[in-house]
């Protein structure tokens, strides 16, 4: 078993279990609570903007509807986006991804997963961000549409890349190996990574960031298996639960 103070705390949507996903509160919240990293959603506005939302559409998460691919950022930061989850969290707005860099702390690292498989037209958009002011080194760029993630890593040689899947796959790290890129983690759901799948990744260098555990009896089977961190919604319950380990 993997050494519990070890296990990277990785913070879902920030901590969406107790803030609305993908705002700064939710991001801040996630940092104040001991998460190592936080993990968030990118599509691309209307006017080129990297908006942090994990669905196409405003409807859910905000007090306005809509495509972002078809609003202005303007319009995206009218929007409320915490009065939908509690009134205490009434007036955040739906970030940039630039202002999440910002508000948190140099050391955090954010895991950007990118939502907009739909084209390229975010790839030289999202590079040229992580290419300033030392953004890549803290970076981890996933999606489930690995050939959008081996086209990044080709253009962009620092870019850490991790797989996002939820198939069952026979072997993880052959899998990774078989994209002929180096990619640096993998990203599972939770429930589809046994401990050979861990162990062999581990063993091959990669790193293994199963997704998206909330509970006790999750975190248990994971640390068993030796995973490197788990992506939750309640990182502060998490890190609690590792410290009593
Ligand atoms: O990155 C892990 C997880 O966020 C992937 O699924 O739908 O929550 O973005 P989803
Ligand atoms: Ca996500």
Redesign the pocket.
């Known amino acids: 078993m993997r050494n519990a103070q070890q296990t990277r705390v990785i913070g ?1 949507r920030g901590a969406a279990g107790e803030a609305p996903e993908n705002t700064l509160a939710s991001f801040r919240l996630a940092a104040d609570q001991g998460a190592d990293m936080v ?1 968030l ?1 990118v599509h691309l506005s209307a006017d080129g903007k990297l908006i942090v939302c ?1 669905d196409e559409t405003l409807d859910r998460t905000s007090d306005q509807t809509g495509a972002i691919r078809d609003l202005t950022e303007y319009a995206i930061r009218n929007a409320d986006a915490g009065n939908w989850f509690s009134s205490d969290f009434s007036g955040e707005r739906i970030p940039l991804l630039e202002e999440v860099y910002e508000a948190l702390p140099d050391s955090m690292e954010i ?1 950007v ?1 990118v939502k907009d498989a739909a084209g390229s037209a975010l790839d030289p958009v999202l590079l040229g961000f992580l290419r300033e002011d030392g953004r890549l080194e803290r970076t981890i760029v ?1 999606s489930f549409d690995h050939k959008l993630l081996v086209r990044l890593k080709q253009a962009e040689p620092k870019l850490r890349i991790g797989l ?1 899947y939820a198939a069952d796959l026979i072997d993880h790290a052959g899998y990774a190996a078989g994209l002929n890129v180096e990619v640096y983690s993998l ?1 599972p759901f939770h429930e589809l990574i046994g401990a050979r799948d861990t162990s062999d990744a581990v063993t091959s260098g990669l790193a293994v960031y199963p ?2 555990a909330n509970r006790p009896e999750q975190w248990q089977r994971l640390l068993e298996l030796g995973v490197s961190g788990i ?1 939750t919604d309640y990182p502060g319950e998490l890190r609690n639960y590792l410290i009593q380990k």
Do not use: F, P, V
């Open positions: 879902h993990e959603d994990h895991n997963e996933s996002l990203h997704y998206t992506i």
